[in-house]
């Protein structure tokens, strides 16, 4: 069964740091990727998302993912945080592309972005 | 965006009673919705897939009879904790996918729903 690995349970950052949260899955096939943000009080809303193309995808507010199919990675970065940043991310694979396939989601980071 | 709406955002009951709640897309047609459970600093876990005019398809371990699912409209599905015990306390999340997002797999998610039985 797939699985989505989320290493960083918990990340602090100072304004301006810069930021990377590690995201893996496992499955050798296509695969759709997706980032999730939840701020505090919110519904969760797509960050950013690759389904093909250019592995590197650019998603809103600054933030940025790269697709390393060998390395089964979809690390999602960002040059310099903001304090509004603090919030709960979430990465999710489907399998395949088209059709039905079920979303799975990793355990999610929370970032804590200190002014 | 695509909104999703969910109702109640907080219940409490009492053990053994039975809770519904509504996942409403207010400005599009969800043909397919989700049903999550996100249990502290764990992961949403789907739930069952809600399909309009059909039976829910649940996932391995999720018991049917206990959560009831019903997809009666394009623009609604119900979740029903039926006989609620203390461990069904949880956070529970529906999502829906546009018709559009059939193939980029994209999802809206609800706000959300604490559930706390007594």
């Known amino acids: 069964a797939q699985s989505v690995s989320q290493h960083n349970h918990h990340v602090i950052l100072s304004e301006a740091a810069s930021l990377e949260l590690g995201c893996n899955y496992s499955?050798?096939?296509?695969?759709?990727l997706f980032w999730y943000v939840q701020y505090p009080g919110q519904h969760l809303q797509l960050l950013l998302k690759y389904f093909s193309g250019d592995p590197l995808v650019k998603g809103i507010k600054g933030f940025e993912a790269e697709f390393i199919k060998s390395k089964f990675s979809f690390n999602l970065r960002k040059p310099s945080v903001q304090w509004s940043d603090t919030a709960e991310y979430f990465c999710?694979?489907?399998?395949?592309?088209?059709?039905?396939?079920?979303?799975?989601f990793g355990t999610g980071t929370k970032l804590q972005v200190i002014p | 965006g695509a909104v999703v709406s969910q109702h109640p955002s907080r219940v409490i009951c009492k053990s053994g009673t039975s809770v519904k709640i509504e996942c409403r897309s207010l400005d599009f047609q969800a043909t397919t919705m989700f049903w999550y459970r996100q249990f502290p600093k764990q992961s949403l876990m789907l739930m069952a897939t809600s399909n309009e005019g059909s039976k829910a398809t649940y996932e391995q371990g999720v018991e049917k009879d206990k959560f009831l699912i019903n997809h009666a409209s394009l623009t609604l599905s119900t979740l029903t904790v039926t006989s609620a015990h203390p461990e069904d306390s949880s956070f529970y999340i529906c999502?829906?996918?546009?018709?559009?997002?059939?193939?980029?797999?994209?999802?809206?998610f609800g706000e959300g729903s604490r559930l706390t039985v007594l």
């Open positions: 999710a694979v489907r399998l395949g592309s088209g059709g039905y396939q079920k979303v799975t």
């Open positions: 999502s829906a996918r546009t018709s559009g997002g059939l193939l980029t797999g994209e999802l809206f």
């Open positions: 499955y050798g096939g296509t695969v759709n």
